[in-house]
């Protein structure tokens, strides 16, 4: 590959950076630009009705600032601003934004668009790298700077004009991230002294990575080097807008705002030109991770991708941070593990630090569940194994028992290659350890409780018949409880050696007809150790039946 052929961005002369010595501690002023933007950059545009859903869906998510077109662009744009305007579908505290090119007959038709408007940004740009100055306008920096001011002096004839009370003014110097940083400084200063902000009037100085060009820390110390440079201050919200051709666009995001921005642009999962726009809902969910308040709400991720999916014709991918089919998975057994175990030490609840290895957030504060955190494959291990069989089905298997459990299900993903659902992870279960009833099974038994006159001691005398191969088989023995007592009449009949190890149960429905499981495990004359299990609504027949089911799966 001819790397020749490429040059390498300059650093930023700025040794005394601040920027890396902060952290971030509340969200920034959010803009959306997926009406514009986001719009731009697909194959086949929004509609009437795709934008007027997005729109919906964006002031559902909380937005305030939304760019919802370039109307002067085409008469969709241009009738998606009037009808927004007139069938007053923009809420009070909401202000649609909309981008203009500096120049004169488009500046015209966007405050045509605007008419009746009660809050907006007009936002005009020209592009200033040295590339586009060079190749594209053919202009010189002072020619540059000349569209800028008689784009921003139109701007403000008729934006202060009476009848338009609500209008701010936004700038971008377009491809900022190709610009000398003196010359941004420049432009921009010039555009502010036309536009003349306020504290209480405030304008916005959008500085786009129009073209993410360098790392992450570059984007950071330009922005840092821009608000030590740019006049009015108090007056002018410093804005970001990446693009994430280098796939940094958000982390550059993220150090811009350290730098001192005050304000973001990007899309819903980062539509937009080329590789997209900063990802919002990414950026959001970062600051939520860390105990933020993002002033958005994603409390129902799984609609925000589905409304997303419909009006951009977009896809999402499965690893998408925070949003995707499997961001909250894990298939690999020591994460299955770690999670499991994580998951049981959550004891108080809702008010609970979160603190749960691999998963970075809580799935159910963006509406997603519990169910599909842990999925089984041959990369498995017996903990995910054993997650499954207790948050779908109820099952608390024995510590003990997960290896032996685990071992069947690995045995089943080797066999199939291709993951197992928790219904088949329930059938090896069933088929394994209920339903194994050859030799053994369990007819009728009684239990009767005596006291020991010599020893004082409580004695258990089990009497019944039990099946051995479909035959039936009188049992009767004595013990001190009576699991001692049934292993004691059963062992006739059995023609190995073992011994009753483990006994463990619990309830797994609530109600008239609950029921109870029972995990016993036996040792071998051969030293192995086997589990069975049983399900009764009597917990002694439970335990019997698990203890049959061992014997059986011993043979
Ligand atoms: C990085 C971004 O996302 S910027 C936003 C980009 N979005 C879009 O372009 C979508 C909407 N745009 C459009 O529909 C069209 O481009 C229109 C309607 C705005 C303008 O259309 P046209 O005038 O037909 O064409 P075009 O956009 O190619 O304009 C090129 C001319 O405008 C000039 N120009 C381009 N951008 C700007 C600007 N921001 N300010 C001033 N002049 C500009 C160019 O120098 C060129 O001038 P020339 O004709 O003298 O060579
Ligand atoms: C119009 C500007 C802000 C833009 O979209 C960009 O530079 O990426
Ligand atoms: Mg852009």
């Known amino acids: 590959?001819?790397?020749?052929?490429?040059?390498?961005?300059?650093?930023?002369?700025?040794?005394?950076?601040?920027?890396?010595?902060?952290?971030?501690?509340?969200?920034?002023?959010?803009?959306?630009?997926?009406?514009?933007?986001?719009?731009?950059?697909?194959?086949?545009?929004?509609?009437?009705?795709?934008?007027?859903?997005?729109?919906?869906?964006?002031?559902?998510?909380?937005?305030?600032?939304?760019?919802?077109?370039?109307?002067?662009s085409a008469e969709i744009e241009y009738n998606f601003m009037r009808k927004l305007i007139e069938d007053k579908l923009i809420p009070e505290d909401v202000t649609v934004q909309v981008l203009v090119q500096a120049r004169e007959h488009l500046i015209r038709r966007t405050f045509d668009s605007l008419k009746g408007v009660k809050n907006a940004v007009v936002h005009i740009y020209n592009s200033t790298s040295t590339s586009?100055?060079?190749?594209?306008?053919?202009?010189?920096?002072k020619e540059i700077i000349d569209i800028a001011v008689s784009g921003a002096r139109l701007v403000k004839e008729l934006g202060d004009a009476e009848e338009n009370p609500g209008i701010r003014y936004e700038y971008s110097p377009e491809s900022f991230t190709g610009t000398e940083m003196d010359f941004a400084a420049e432009i921009c200063n010039a555009v502010i002294d036309v536009l003349q902000p306020t504290p209480?009037?405030?304008?916005?100085?959008?500085?786009?990575?129009?073209?993410?060009?360098?790392?992450p820390n570059i984007h950071a110390d330009q922005?840092?080097?821009?608000?030590?440079?740019?006049?009015?201050?108090?007056?002018?919200?410093?804005?970001?807008?990446?693009?994430?051709?280098r796939g940094t666009g958000i982390a550059a995001t993220e150090l811009a705002l350290l730098a001192g921005a005050d304000r973001v642009e990007g899309t819903l999962f980062g539509n937009g030109e080329r590789t997209g726009n900063a990802d919002l809902v990414t950026i959001a969910l970062n600051m939520f991770s860390q105990g933020i308040d993002p002033g958005l709400d994603f409390t129902d991720i799984n609609y925000v991708r589905d409304v997303y999916r419909y009006c951009t014709g977009m896809d999402v991918?499965?690893?998408?941070?925070?949003?995707?089919?499997?961001?909250?998975?894990?298939?690999?057994?020591?994460?299955?593990?770690?999670?499991?175990?994580?998951?049981?030490?959550?004891?108080?609840?809702?008010?609970?630090?979160?603190?749960?290895?691999?998963?970075?957030?809580?799935?159910?504060?963006?509406?997603?569940?519990?169910?599909?955190?842990?999925?089984?494959?041959?990369?498995?291990?017996?903990?995910?194994?054993?997650?499954?069989?207790?948050?779908?089905?109820?099952f608390s298997l024995p510590k003990a028992m997960h290896p032996e459990f685990g071992l069947l299900i690995q045995k089943e993903t080797d066999k199939r290659e291709e993951e197992l659902v928790p219904e088949e992870i329930?059938?090896?279960f069933e088929e394994n350890y209920l339903n194994t009833t050859v030799p053994f099974a369990l007819e009728d038994v009684n239990v009767r409780m005596e006291t020991d006159k010599a020893s004082g001691k409580?004695?258990?005398?089990?009497?019944?018949?039990?099946?051995?191969?479909?035959?039936?088989?009188?049992?009767?023995?004595?013990?001190?409880?009576?699991?001692?007592?049934?292993?004691?009449?059963?062992?006739?009949?059995?023609?190995?050696?073992?011994?009753?190890?483990?006994f463990d149960e619990h309830a797994i429905k609530e109600g008239a007809d609950a029921q109870a499981v029972a995990y016993i495990s036996v040792i071998t004359g051969d030293n192995r150790r086997v589990f069975g299990a049983g399900i009764d609504t009597d917990i002694t027949f439970a335990s019997y039946k698990a203890i049959l089911s061992a014997i059986n799966r011993v043979g």
Not at 18 to 34: G, L, N, Q, Y
Not at 360 to 374: H, N, T
Not at 471 to 497: C, M, S, T
């Open 223 to 245: 922005i840092e080097w821009m608000c030590r440079h740019l006049d009015k201050r108090d007056s002018v919200q410093v804005s970001l807008h990446t693009h994430n051709d």
């Open 1 to 72: 590959m001819n790397y020749t052929k490429y040059r390498r961005y300059e650093p930023i002369p700025l040794p005394d950076r601040t920027w890396p010595d902060r952290i971030i501690e509340k969200a920034p002023i959010w803009c959306s630009v997926d009406l514009r933007d986001g719009n731009q950059a697909l194959s086949v545009p929004m509609n009437m009705e795709k934008k007027l859903m997005m729109f919906k869906l964006l002031t559902d998510i909380g937005f305030k600032e939304i760019e919802v077109g370039f109307p002067s």
């Open 426 to 428: 329930w059938a090896v």
């Open 317 to 394: 991918h499965p690893r998408h941070p925070y949003v995707g089919e499997l961001v909250y998975t894990a298939f690999s057994g020591s994460h299955q593990d770690a999670i499991n175990k994580g998951m049981h030490a959550r004891t108080d609840g809702e008010s609970q630090i979160w603190d749960v290895p691999y998963l970075p957030i809580d799935p159910r504060d963006v509406g997603r569940s519990y169910k599909s955190i842990v999925r089984i494959n041959s990369q498995s291990g017996k903990g995910g194994v054993a997650y499954i069989m207790d948050t779908e089905f109820g």
């Open 200 to 215: 209480d009037h405030q304008m916005v100085i959008n500085l786009p990575a129009t073209v993410e060009a360098h790392t």
């Open 132 to 141: 586009q100055r060079r190749l594209v306008f053919k202009k010189s920096r």
């Open 458 to 502: 409580h004695m258990a005398n089990v009497t019944g018949k039990i099946l051995k191969n479909g035959k039936a088989l009188d049992i009767e023995g004595r013990g001190n409880g009576p699991i001692d007592a049934f292993v004691h009449g059963l062992k006739q009949y059995v023609d190995f050696d073992f011994q009753f190890e483990s």
